[in-house]
């Protein structure tokens, strides 16, 4: 990290010494007094947020991003779950319909199922070992327990699906419907990707829209009143350059932090339902 620091520093005080030497020597026929120095601290102040939003970037890869590529959402991990099955009729032709049990509901049996593995993380059937997948054999996966908080309750999420000809089906690859949705609230794990609960968050947006705008404010302080660039042109090379910086270099800077490393160990539990004090059936 200091390495980074220190070669953003060299490459933006050169940069800023430069294009305010030209610049000002055009716009105002010569650059400001003592320009070596300013543009020094100029390069402290816009390399000293640069290195500042990279270690939020290595703390929680991805979680404050540019404008286009933030996540709007904070994780937490859980290494077992209860698989909520329905299982197809086989008295139903051309169409997805499933046993129903006393109440007219698709029949649930419970399936538990425990992480094994890191790298990459599979899920394996704690009875026969076999790993977990959506849909086998005639079932279907319409919900998982899990807890999402180590010391909370078991909570159950639904399985999205769409209705055609087939009946229910699970949404497509890349459609924001391929999801288990928590019941009564927003949290959601990925279908193809069991392990990871994400939980929305308003204050990740907030922040990362503010993290975003601090670096036109850097490159603003920078401009303006320490090159003593007007405020009209500050602004304009503010844009120019903040844009720059964001959309540019940070994907660059961040990319090392975001090499694979193994999945780290899971913080959030979960217990059989029948051991947890809830059901997996609907309420």
């Not at 329905?86 to 169409?95: F, H």
């Not at 996966?141 to 909570?155: I, N, W």
């Not at 036109?216 to 500050?234: D, N, S």
């Not at 961040?254 to 090499?259: L, M, Y």
């Amino acid at each position: 990290m200091l390495l980074t620091f220190l070669l953003v520093l060299v490459g933006l005080f050169a940069l800023l010494w430069g294009v305010t030497a030209v610049a000002q020597a055009y716009v105002y026929q010569q650059p400001t007094d003592r320009l070596p120095a300013k543009a020094a601290v100029a390069a402290l102040i816009v390399s000293g947020y640069v290195i500042f939003w990279v270690a939020l970037d290595r703390k929680s890869p991805g979680k404050y991003d540019d404008f286009l590529a933030f996540a709007g959402y904070t994780t937490t991990t859980f290494d077992e779950f209860d698989a909520v099955r329905w299982e197809a009729d086989p008295a139903v032709r051309n169409k997805a319909e499933f046993k129903k049990d006393a109440a007219g509901k698709p029949a649930e049996t419970v399936t538990h199922f425990k992480r094994v593995g890191k790298s990459p993380p599979r899920f394996a059937d704690e009875k026969t070992g076999k790993d977990f997948v959506l849909s086998d054999g005639g079932t279907l996966t319409a919900a998982v327990v899990l807890k999402p908080d180590l010391q909370g309750p078991a909570v159950r999420f639904n399985a999205g699906f769409k209705e055609d000809a087939r009946g229910k089906t699970y949404f497509p690859k890349g459609n924001d419907g391929r999801r288990f949705v928590e019941e009564n609230g927003s949290r959601y794990v990925s279908l193809d990707q069991p392990g990871v609960v994400y939980i929305p968050s308003a204050t990740t947006v907030f922040l990362a829209i503010l993290i975003n705008l601090g670096m036109f404010a850097a490159w603003y302080v920078a401009f303006w009143p320490v090159l003593r660039f007007g405020a009209g042109l500050a602004a304009l090379l503010t844009l120019a350059f903040a844009i720059f910086t964001i959309f540019v270099v940070m994907p660059v800077l961040f990319k090392p932090g975001r090499a694979p490393k193994p999945v780290e160990e899971a913080v959030a539990r979960v217990e059989p339902a029948a051991h947890a004090g809830l059901s997996p059936c609907r309420a």
